[in-house]
């Protein structure tokens, strides 16, 4: 069985469907092929700047019931640089040698983080800042990871959303309804695209084409002039105004974050050609619940083969799935390329061909 390894794992930055089935593949792999102890890291770099560090021992039989599980058991977290980290009474401290000392302390061969670009890479800065051994599992349901095709809850995600428009068709048809549907992706139109094609939407509009509201409301008076008498349209987060203006809220709490561009349209719209209009913002639905087989099978594949760099001693390295199999490239080169919906691509190409409408 080779070396015994004391692995680490944990999951970092916004959680998604597919995370616990990531877990339990490294799991069966490491301490079931390999006998290899796992440790999972509690709330991401958190749970190594504890003193102790926070950990959870992951063993093969209690992991099977993972697969299907939402979530992540191992708790993750958005917040808190760990270069620049809030403290108790204000200020900000650089905490990244903490993150280290607990590596250090648990006496790990190796870790293996999980996260989007973000994430992976605060972990990669600290990896080379102390020469830990680090791979990378990608995940994001924005899938604007570059690379690498598929990352980790982007299927599930399109899954919850297509649904929402399954079932949105049917109200919108009794009621002679426009229907708005405002979906996540942060600043790419992954899931708006994808979710509208696949979910038969009339309009959708992603940030990587500009529109006019002159546009989508002709979209809307030409089918009502076809005895069409609903509409559906799915609308990314990261949409601006027709003006050019991101539009976002503020929470109690001062922090901005996107979303309300659903409502500005409705109101437009009903402005512009006195359409009734309803808005549906699926908002964390698209994160939670059980993981599409397609996310789960990746998921797998990919936990598998992050086992495999380490027992390979090949590090700073970032598992992707590219042209049907899991190939590793250098976390570096991955987090380095943004990756937007073309607007020349395929599923555009494919849009247009189906007489949706994108706004231009």
């Not at 349901?141 to 809850?153: A, F, L, P």
Request: aromatic share 4%; hydrophobic share 40%.
């Amino acid at each position: 069985m080779g070396e015994m390894k004391r692995i680490g794992i944990l999951t970092s930055g916004g959680d998604c469907a597919g995370l616990n089935a990531i877990i339990r593949a490294v799991v069966c792999r490491a301490a079931g092929g390999y006998g290899w102890k796992v440790m999972g890291i509690r709330q991401a770099t958190q749970g190594l700047m504890s003193d102790p560090p926070q950990i959870m021992a992951l063993e093969p039989d209690k992991v099977d019931h993972l697969l299907t599980m939402g979530g992540t058991i191992l708790g993750t977290t958005n917040k808190g640089d760990p270069f620049a980290f809030p403290m108790p009474d204000g200020t900000v401290r650089d905490r990244s040698e903490d993150i280290i000392a607990g590596y250090r302390q648990l006496g790990l061969d190796a870790i293996i983080g999980i996260g989007g670009d973000g994430s992976l890479a605060i972990l990669r800065r600290i990896a080379q800042q102390g020469d830990l051994n680090l791979v990378a599992i990608p995940k994001t349901i924005d899938n604007d990871i570059g690379i690498t095709e598929n990352s980790i809850g982007f299927d599930t995600a399109v899954n919850i959303a297509t649904e929402a428009l399954d079932r949105l068709h049917f109200t919108a048809a009794s009621h002679s309804r426009v229907m708005i549907l405002e979906v996540m992706g942060r600043d790419a139109g992954h899931i708006a695209i994808s979710a509208g094609i696949a979910g038969g939407a009339d309009v959708v509009l992603i940030p990587e084409i500009a529109y006019t509201l002159e546009n989508v409301c002709q979209q809307i008076q030409e089918r009502q002039s076809q005895g069409k008498n609903y509409c559906l349209i799915v609308v990314s987060e990261a949409v601006c105004t027709p003006d050019g203006e991101t539009v976002t809220n503020t929470n109690a709490l001062g922090q901005c974050r996107l979303g309300g561009i659903g409502q500005h349209l409705a109101d437009q719209i009903s402005a512009c050609i006195g359409a009734e209009t309803r808005v549906t913002v699926l908002g964390h639905t698209q994160r939670g619940g059980i993981p599409s087989p397609l996310d789960r099978l990746t998921a797998s594949a990919f936990g598998v083969a992050a086992v495999e760099l380490i027992a390979e001693g090949l590090y700073d390295r970032m598992v992707t799935w590219q042209n049907r199999q899991v190939v590793s490239v250098p976390i570096a080169e991955a987090i380095s390329y943004y990756r937007a919906v073309d607007p020349n691509g395929t599923l555009v190409k494919t849009a247009r061909g189906l007489g949706i409408c994108l706004g231009d």
